[in-house]
């Protein structure tokens, strides 16, 4: 059974840092694309950043660019978000998901995780 687990949110002050990560157990990441969501309460889930197969290629959302860096170490099956200088709209459940390249951009993954809680206090 595919499953992506994602670990690493939790509480933290405005200006400081999280790394979350993905791990996938049932499928080899390294065949999909993967990315990072988030929802934040009342709203819409919004994409943050997805990364190619091979990870040359990654993509962020205009609000993370320059903060988050994501990254991928396919032979352990994990995916990770750095998350720097953290402001207090970056409060909400972030998620990963593994699928195409194209697609994973709209928010279209084959494969979701349960997310985890960031929450950043000002």
């Known amino acids: 059974q595919a499953q992506l687990v994602e670990s690493g949110g939790g509480l933290v002050q405005a200006g400081g840092s999280l790394r979350l990560s993905c791990a996938a157990s049932?499928?080899?990441?390294?065949?999909?694309?993967m990315g990072w969501f988030r929802q934040a309460p009342g709203k819409e889930r919004e994409f943050v950043s997805a990364?190619?197969?091979?990870?040359?290629?990654?993509y962020y959302a205009d609000s993370v660019k320059g903060r988050f860096t994501i990254s991928r170490v396919n032979a352990k099956n994990t995916v990770y978000l750095q998350m720097n200088s953290l402001k207090p709209e970056d409060t909400a459940v972030y998620s990963c998901?593994?699928?195409?390249?194209?697609?994973?951009?709209?928010?279209?993954?084959?494969?979701w995780g349960q997310g985890t809680q960031v929450t950043v206090s000002s």
């Open positions: 049932g499928l080899t990441i390294r065949n999909y694309a």
């Open positions: 990364i190619s197969w091979s990870g040359d290629f990654t």
């Open positions: 998901a593994a699928g195409d390249s194209r697609e994973i951009r709209t928010g279209r993954g084959d494969y």
